[in-house]
């Protein structure tokens, strides 16, 4: 499964940005699906995950509130909507995907990861 990660970019503070996660994976429903982010000199933190059904959605205490994740499974693609964006969100986004997965917050539970895309937020 190739995983490819795309919409980071460059935003003032309290902007909004999109990410999303192209997956090739034939049976993609079947996977679920996290975000997770590294700031330089940071370690790698989750983000935020969907069940591979969808039905259940997870997120850090730090973007509660803010962010949003879901997918379109006719798409194979997972989004995380992010809203009133912080400078402490400053990190490179990466998506992973875990077949029949409940959603995890460890990284090392899935089983794919693609590469990041930066996420700059200033002040």
């Not at 330089?40 to 949003?68: C, H, L, M, N, Q």
């Not at 879901?70 to 992010?82: E, F, G, I, P």
């Amino acid at each position: 499964v190739q995983l490819q990660a795309s919409g980071g970019g460059l935003v003032q503070a309290g902007g909004s940005l999109r990410l999303s996660c192209a997956a090739s994976a034939r049976t993609f429903s079947n996977y679920a699906m996290g975000w997770f982010r590294q700031a330089p000199g940071k370690e790698r933190e989750f983000v935020a995950a969907i069940s591979w059904g969808g039905g259940r959605t997870y997120y850090a205490d730090s973007v509660k509130g803010r962010f949003t994740i879901s997918r379109d499974n006719a798409k194979n693609t997972v989004y995380l909507q992010m809203n009133s964006l912080k400078p402490e969100d400053t990190a490179v986004y990466y998506c992973a995907a875990d077949h029949f997965g409940g959603g995890s917050r460890y990284m090392n539970h899935y089983d794919y990861r693609g590469q990041g895309t930066q996420v700059t937020v200033s002040s």
